[in-house]
């Protein structure tokens, strides 16, 4: 059984930085993508960004491009969100997620079968 565990969230101001982190476990992540996503109440679940775990290959979302970057540590089976210049609509809880087939371009939330228990990011003005 896959694990994703988010940690990192925070209550920042803008501008700040703040880098989430995404643990996996239960499985070789070798062809799976991760994904990052975020969601404000009552709104939809919205696509951030993902990558191609054996490759390293990104897309991101064109709100948090140029001022987010998905890394990944491959010794730790850890995902990174490093997101910079924070604006307040920034603000929502953050979730990774992962999908085992790698399915292009990964950026809806039906597309992935597990999901983190999401982490609080909070960004003031």
């Known amino acids: 059984q896959v694990q994703l565990v988010e940690s990192g969230g925070g209550l920042v101001q803008a501008g700040d930085s703040l880098r989430l982190s995404c643990a996996a476990s239960g499985r070789t992540f070798s062809s799976y993508t991760m994904g990052w996503f975020r969601q404000v109440p009552g709104k939809e679940r919205e696509f951030v960004g993902r990558?191609?775990?054996?490759?390293?290959?990104?897309f991101y979302a064109d709100s948090v491009k140029g001022r987010f970057t998905i890394s990944r540590d491959v010794a730790k089976n850890t995902v990174y969100l490093q997101m910079n210049s924070l604006k307040p609509e920034d603000t929502a809880v953050y979730y990774c997620?992962?999908?085992?087939?790698?399915?292009?371009?990964?950026?809806?939330?039906?597309?992935?079968?597990?999901w983190g228990q999401g982490t609080q990011v909070t960004v003031s003005s």
């Open positions: 997620a992962a999908d085992p087939t790698g399915r292009w371009p990964g950026v809806l939330p039906s597309g992935y079968d597990y």
């Open positions: 990558m191609r775990w054996n490759t390293g290959s990104t």
